[in-house]
């Protein structure tokens, strides 16, 4: 089997949420190990965000937290308590990377910067992710994937135009785009650390990557002073584009017509009369046949149909029927992995594709704590008598403290 | 705490080469220009970028007009990264085939972008931004139940897939210096948004159940609002909830119904009402200012003109101008701090010649 990229690469994760684990999650699957370091008192929260009343265990249950973070292994340190940032300390001449994604003044306040972590392993990389990064006036301001996206001026691009309301995107949109960035960067770091036999500190702010997927409107801005314009589904640049019901229930198709013989060609598969009138209302007039002609078709028949005449179609797949498609399928995009607590479920691969060295989810997420012996022990040397008392320190768990509602 | 300044550019002296024009292929090969690559755009026949596109995506990067078979196979087979955003095939047919390019030189790197991948039953379909954002599964989360379901603004799709090739490239280029075997990397805009759907994905999978989408409102207390000068939003985890009521300063909150967490969302509509009435009679810099006063999240939707004069993206350098015949462009530049970037200025198309004569040995 041709080797990973990532192989032999160890990175300590302290990051939480989702841009962090979304990052590292790539990681792992690139071949890096990666372990997630929480403490028994300040874990991650997306174990328990989803309440699961009644269910034992909760924080090692959650479908959320289980699906970001696979491939990767558990370690419980509390990095607050002066043997938990020992141990800490013990581990990162182990490691070449560590991710945090943390507020920003929160790993300074450990005392565990770059600075410190530069002590003790000289070339180690240190990745942090906060909201808007480590200086500026805003690096105080928290900041979560939905703030994130309006303050990156992304949400100002987004409505449906006829209210002047701007929109959130439905996920949490800062976070995985932080997190994809995230990953490249760390593997530009591990290539400069090859070249130069250096490590870095790389402050990345998540605003500023989320702003970046919209230069364009930065040059409108700049050159010519414009603000955005919501356009709802359609794009100035095309005939006609739109979303219109099909059959069932919340069933969609996203249609664009490039040119007008797109659309000549579109409604003569559809059924629908291609003249129009001429001017400013023909697009609402192509809106209105399409609604008439699709709203009694099957959404995938009618994405076939159009898309193997050669016109952009797609269906508008909610997050069940994603996992049902046939090309994701086809592709072997979704993976079962069995785990102790959950029945299996359709993970996703990484969209790093590496059609030689095949990337493959390996194992399912860690329980709580699962390699604390196998770290602290095989990795660092620690004796008996050292773990035990941080177990009864609390400084490591086998279980969160506390656990809640996240 | 910066990387010191003598060290060199991470990608300097290799040699990319962008062929397809589109914005994926185009936003990845950026990435890797402004971080000292030596990226060389072969330009398409017909523009796909719009110009301001093109001023955003193009500086940094030598160019040549789409150029002879031979010229092209000459500065594939110098190339150490070669991305593509063609339909599958397209490079097979213009004398580049992957597999016959990856076997002379096992150290390339080849990354495609496409909407669905190199292979499978959609594999040849057509796509545009919408169409991909829709079948990435985000679009049926996004937008009014009451309404159609949304895009988001500007190519979401097609940066997530330039952006997924970056990191891609980069890695399998990682694993090349260290192995001396690079790979064909094969993304597919659906697959870039698919495993990105936040706890609704994982949730369809584990229990069957379909999320809608919720406009500007997963819960009251994870929403956008109307202000008094625009719209901001609020975005409390649990152990936020508190703060965000004190600053609220409504001793209703303290009743069961609204500080249970369980018990809350049977209460959002009437929480809600709150929360538009208090984010009404303020300003954004109002609420941005007690956000970070009282650790509670809240944001403020700025266009990217205000961000244009932002002090912290000026305090950290965030943006490069850009020449152009219209002035002076002002564009976001390095993706984060810590590793040397270089500013691009915009070039005119040369003659293959003239980069085949660099390119032509190794240094």
Redesign the interface.
Known sequence: M?????E?IRIADLTMM?AGP?ATR?LAE?GAEVIKIESPRAWD?IRT???Q?GVDEPWNSS??F??YNRDKKSLTLDLAHPLGRAAFLQLVPHCDVVIENYRADVLDNLQLG??VLRQVRPDIILVSMAG?????????????????????????????GDDG?????????G???A???????V??????R???G?G??????QR??L??????????????????V?R??R?P??FA?????CAGE?Q?????L?TREEWERAAALLGIDPALPGGPGDHDVIDARLADALAARDPQEAFELL??A??????????????D????A??R??VELPHPR??P?????????????DPWPRRHAPLFGEHNDEILRGLLGLDEARIDELRREGVIGDAPVNP??? | MEAPTADPFPLDAVRVLEIGGGIPAAFAARWLAGFGADVVRVDPETEGLTPDEAVYLLPGKRRVQASSPGDLLALARAADIIIEDGPPGALAARGLDPAALRASRPELVIVSITPYGQDGPYASFPATNITAFAMGGIMSLTGMYQREPLVTGGSQALYLGGLDAAGAAITAYFGALISGEGDWVDISLQESMAGMLELYGPRGAYEGAVSIRSGNHVRAVWGLYPCADGYAGVCALERQVPALFALLGDPELDEPRFRDPLERPNHDDELQAKLYAWFGERTKAELLELGVRHRVPIGAVVTPRELLDNPSLRERGFFDTVETPDGTARIPGRPFLGLPWRPGRLNEPVPAADILATWSTRP
């Not at chain 1, 997927?213 to 040059?219: S, Y």
């Not at chain 1, 584009?241 to 019901?245: E, N």
């Not at chain 1, 498609?325 to 994701?328: K, W």
């Open positions: 041709k080797r990973l990229p990532l032999g989702w979304y790539t690139m929260n965000l989803i309440p009343p479908y959320y289980n699906d770059y600075d808007y990064g480590k200086t500026g006036p805003e690096r105080h301001h928290v900041g979560f994937g939905p703030i994130i996206e309006q303050m990156s001026g992304l949400a100002s691009m987004t409505g449906y309301v701007p929109f959130k995107t439905g996920i949490s949109y976070d995985p785009v997190g994809k960035a995230a990953a490249a960067a593997a530009l770091a591990l290539v400069q090859r070249r130069t250096r870095c500190f790389i402050d990345l702010a500023e990557v702003s970046s997927l919209i230069g364009e409107a930065f040059v409108a801005a700049s050159l010519r002073g414009e603000t955005p919501h709802g589904n794009d640049r095309a584009q739109g979303v219109y019901r919340e969609w198709l996203a249609l664009t490039r898309a193997r050669g016109i952009p179609a797609g269906r508008v797949l909610d997050t069940v029927a994603i996992h498609d046939p090309h994701l086809a592709r995009f979704w959950m029945h479920w359709k993970q996703p691969r990484t969209a790093w594709r590496l059609r030689e060295a809640g509602v996240g």
